[in-house]
């Protein structure tokens, strides 16, 4: 079954102490992307990656990190987590062939607390 | 001014009725996705237009690129159709997303 996996579903974690949230797809997708969704405010991209080793800053990276060591797998990290980054996140892929967009495939999002 | 705006924020209806939720834009874009996200969060892509429009069963999808405006139709509206539906443009790799609009149909 072609999906988006991302892990875990919840995390309540501490300022400052370092965690990741793992996204996953097996499609065969070359964009991944990051995304952050607050009330009010929508979703928002946070960074996204054309291909392997291809990354890029969205609307809101800061406080991010990302990395695209394999094409499956897009890691989003923050490094010293604070209360503002207490967020609803979302991971998504698209295939992308030749430069142009098909549909969006999302993960199942991460509610992630920081106290 | 967002660059993407959606309208209505909000909406009820009846079982039945013809919804119409549109959505404008101010940028040049290569795609306009139309996303459903129903309570307790998943999103799923419905559409993704780059021109003219798209049906798929009751759902009916628009796009005036000249107008940057784009409408999704539901017909014979049902209650599994309550959900937040939100639009969003892609430039080039950046996806922008407007701030959705929650529909929720009575029986």
């Known amino acids: 079954e072609a999906q988006v996996t991302q892990n875990p579903r919840y995390l309540i974690t501490v300022t400052g102490k370092k965690l990741t949230v793992t996204c996953s797809q097996n499609?065969?997708?070359?964009?991944m992307s990051w995304y952050r969704q607050d009330p009010g405010l929508g979703l928002r991209q946070i960074y996204y990656?054309?291909?392997?080793?291809?990354?890029d800053k969205g609307d809101v990276p800061e406080g991010y990190k990302v990395s695209r060591k394999e094409k499956r797998n897009f890691p989003l990290i923050l490094e010293s987590p604070s209360p503002n980054q207490t967020s609803l996140y979302f991971c998504?892929?698209?295939?992308?062939?030749?430069?142009?967009?098909?549909?969006?495939?999302f993960g199942n999002g991460t509610r992630l607390t920081v106290t | 001014k967002n660059e993407v705006e959606q309208s209505p924020q909000n909406l009820t209806a009846q079982e039945g009725e013809f919804i119409t939720i549109n959505c404008s834009y101010s940028?040049?874009?290569?795609?306009l996705h139309w996303l459903q996200q129903h309570p307790g969060g998943g999103i799923v892509s419905l559409f993704m237009?780059?021109?003219g429009k798209k049906k798929h069963g009751r759902l009916i999808a628009t796009i005036n690129i000249q107008e940057k405006h784009s409408s999704l139709h539901i017909t014979a509206s049902h209650p599994r159709d309550s959900a937040v539906y939100i639009c969003?443009?892609?430039?080039?790799?950046?996806?922008?997303f407007g701030t959705g609009t929650r529909l929720t149909i009575i029986p």
């Open positions: 940028v040049g874009i290569s795609a």
């Open positions: 237009l780059s021109s």
């Open positions: 969003a443009v892609s430039r080039d790799e950046k996806l922008t």
């Open positions: 990656s054309m291909n392997v080793e291809v990354t």
């Open positions: 998504a892929s698209s295939g992308r062939p030749r430069g142009v967009w098909s549909p969006l495939h």
């Open positions: 499609m065969n997708h070359e964009y």
